[in-house]
C-alpha cells in the first residue's frame, strides 16, 4: 500500500509569484485535504476535495485554490505569494462518504517566501 | 466554531515517567476525536483515534480517553522513551447527525515532548 507523497519538498518563491503544490493520495483513497501548518502552530485547514469537488473551504482567501484530478490526486495553487504563505503545507488522503474518516497525511511541502 | 485547547508546552521528562498532555474541545454535533505525533521535519502521523463518548484510543503505550461530559481527550503514557520526543497535537472532526463528515480537522496548537534519558 503506498502512502501518501508530495512534492516538491522544498521550495522557495519571492513575493507576488505563484506556486503548485502536489499531493498523490494514498491507494484506495478519493478524498484530499491541505492543510497550512505555520511554524509552532497546529494546521489550519484550507480545503477538501472529494470525487474532483470541492467539499468544505477553511478561512483562506481565493488566492488559495485547487484541483483534484480522476485519479484523486491533487493540486494546490496559490497566487500572489504574500510573505505570511511561508509554511508546512500538508496534504492527507482519506476515504470519503458516510461514516468514519481518519485522514492519512503526508510528509509536507516547505514553503519559504522572500 | 469548533476548537481545540492543548495545555501549554513545552513538556521535558525524563525516560520512564508518566506522561499526561491535555486535551479540552469545543464542538457541535458529534465530534470523532484524534491525537497526531509530529516527528521533527516530518508531517502527521496518526497516533490514536475515538468516535464516540467513553471509547478509549491506544496505540504504542499511549492512550486517550473520550470524555463527553468533560469535554476532554488527554494523553497518557506510563513510562516515556527518548523516542517519544516529537510535538503532539489533538484534533477533532465533527459529524452531522447522519453520519456525514463536515471535512475538517480542526487541531490544537500542539504540545512538545522532550524526554532526556
Known amino acids: 500500500e503506498t502512502g501518501v507523497t508530495q512534492s516538491p519538498t522544498h521550495l522557495i518563491k519571492t513575493r507576488g509569484q505563484q506556486v503548485t503544490l502536489r499531493c498523490s493520495s494514498q491507494s484506495g483513497h478519493n478524498t484530499v485535504s491541505w492543510y497550512q501548518q505555520a511554524l509552532g502552530q497546529g494546521p489550519q485547514f484550507i480545503f477538501q476535495y472529494y470525487r474532483e469537488e470541492e467539499n468544505g473551504r477553511g478561512n483562506f482567501p481565493p488566492r488559495f485554490s485547487g484541483l483534484q484530478f480522476p485519479n484523486y490526486s491533487s493540486e494546490l495553487n496559490v497566487n500572489a505569494l504574500e510573505l505570511d504563505d511561508s509554511a508546512l503545507y500538508l496534504c492527507a488522503s482519506s476515504l470519503g462518504g458516510r461514516g468514519q474518516e481518519t485522514q492519512y497525511f503526508g510528509p509536507g511541502t516547505r514553503l519559504l517566501v522572500l | 466554531g469548533d476548537s481545540v485547547t492543548q495545555m501549554e508546552g513545552p513538556v521535558t521528562l525524563s525516560e520512564e515517567a508518566f506522561l499526561t498532555i491535555n486535551c479540552t474541545y469545543t464542538?457541535?454535533?458529534?465530534?470523532?476525536l484524534f491525537w497526531y505525533v509530529q516527528y521533527p521535519g516530518e508531517g502527521l502521523q496518526l497516533l490514536l483515534k475515538a468516535t464516540k463518548a467513553d471509547d478509549k484510543g491506544s496505540n504504542k503505550g499511549f492512550e486517550a480517553t473520550y470524555r463527553k461530559e468533560t469535554t476532554s481527550f488527554h494523553l497518557e503514557k506510563g513510562s516515556v522513551q527518548v523516542s517519544d520526543s516529537a510535538v503532539y497535537f489533538c484534533a477533532l472532526t465533527r459529524f452531522n447527525a447522519g453520519g456525514t463528515s463536515y471535512g475538517k480537522l480542526t487541531f490544537g496548537q500542539g504540545t512538545i515532548l522532550t524526554v532526556h534519558p
Open positions: 464542538a457541535t454535533g458529534y465530534p470523532s
